[in-house]
Every structure is written in C-alpha cells, then in structure tokens.
C-alpha cells in the first residue's frame, strides 16, 4: 500500500488473521505449536540407555584438543596423522588452544604439506594427476565458455584471473625446482 498522509487502516486482529489464514499464530500459543513435545525435557523420552556412550577403542594415537580431557566417545579413524603433516597436526592439537588462530594456521599448513605430498607420490606413479582433465578446463571450452560467462552473475567470475595461476603456478614452480637441482647436481658432478 502506498504512502498517504490518511490514517492507515487498523491492522486486523489476531483472531480475523488466524480465520483467514490457515495455521497463523501457532506459534503464539504453546499449546498449538507442533515441536512443543520436542521442546519439553523428558529423559524417558530419548530411548537411550546410557548416560554417556561407550567410547571406541583408540588403537593409534590421536590428536585431542588440549582443552578436553578425553576424545569423543566416537572418532574418525579412515585418515590417521602421518609423516610431516601428522607431525604438523600433532603439534598444533598438542601445543595450542583451539581457540587461537596459530592451532587452525598450523592446520591448515598440515593440510598443505599434505596435499604436496600427495602431488609428489602421485607424480611417481604411473598414472600422475592431470591438471587440465581434472579442472574441468576442457568441459568449459566444449559448453559456451562465452555465453555463460556474459552477462552473468557467476560467483566464479570474479576470481577467474587467478585460476591459471592457482592451477598452474604450482606446477611451474615444480618444474623450476626440478630444473635448478639438475642444474645443480651437472655443476657438482663437472667439478
């Protein structure tokens, strides 16, 4: 309704809305909404039978937080730390608070060192990743790369210019390094 400098009308009464709307107002009254069972405490109700789960048996050492006592009755087991990544977690779980930004920085530094890793052994076997198959690269370039992107409002679009960077970047630098050992190791084995 558009502004008038009349007085507006009186808004209708709860009783006029809850005719004319089927379900208005349940939840002005306890009694008439759906989740006030849910919402009493009744420890009957839940149909567990302990007070506190039985705790699964730790057979490799995990990282816990230095805030709690114990771990969690039930745990992940499918990754356990290893190598310099699981030393890296380790020591953020062991030395910092998870309330401090260097337990989450040291991390996610772990999560890093592992996916290096990750890259080197793959590189080592015979089927090594394939940056442009697994970027969806080629796909883009088969499904209008122009149309979608024009006139759009992609969330991708506004960090497109560092795709080939963030993608390839590592890469390039493998390859640097790489290069600059061989070079290294020639100079050495000349002298």
């Given at each position: 309704m558009p502004y008038t400098a009349k007085k507006p009308l009186a808004p209708p009464s709860s009783p006029e809305l809850r005719a004319r709307i089927p379900g208005w107002g349940a939840d002005l009254d306890p009694a008439n909404r759906p989740s006030v069972p849910r919402e009493r405490y009744d420890p009957d109700v839940t149909g567990a039978h302990w007070d506190l789960p039985e705790q699964q048996p730790?057979?490799?050492?995990?990282?816990?937080?230095?805030?709690?006592?114990?771990?969690?009755?039930?745990?992940?087991?499918?990754t356990p730390p290893k190598g310099i990544s699981g030393a890296m977690r380790r020591y953020a779980y062991g030395r910092f608070s998870e309330a401090r930004a260097a337990?989450?920085?040291?991390?996610?530094?772990?999560?890093?060192?592992?996916?290096?890793?990750?890259?080197?052994?793959?590189?080592?076997?015979?089927?090594?990743?394939?940056?442009?198959?697994?970027?969806?690269?080629?796909?883009?370039?088969?499904?209008?790369?122009?149309?979608?992107?024009?006139?759009?409002?992609?969330?991708?679009?506004?960090?497109?210019?560092?795709?080939?960077?963030?993608?390839?970047?590592?890469?390039?630098?493998?390859?640097g390094i790489i290069w600059l050992a061989a070079r290294t190791l020639a100079r050495v084995g000349r002298r």
């Open positions: 730790e057979t490799r050492p995990r990282e816990r937080s230095i805030e709690h006592q114990r771990l969690t009755p039930v745990f992940g087991t499918s337990h989450w920085l040291t991390l996610i530094a772990a999560d890093r060192v592992d996916a290096v890793g990750s890259h080197l052994r793959s590189s080592l076997t015979l089927h090594p990743d394939n940056p442009v198959t697994e970027t969806g690269v080629l796909s883009e370039w088969r499904h209008k790369p122009v149309s979608s992107r024009a006139g759009s409002r992609r969330a991708d679009l506004h960090h497109n210019w560092m795709d080939p960077f963030i993608v390839v970047g590592p890469w390039i630098a493998a390859a």
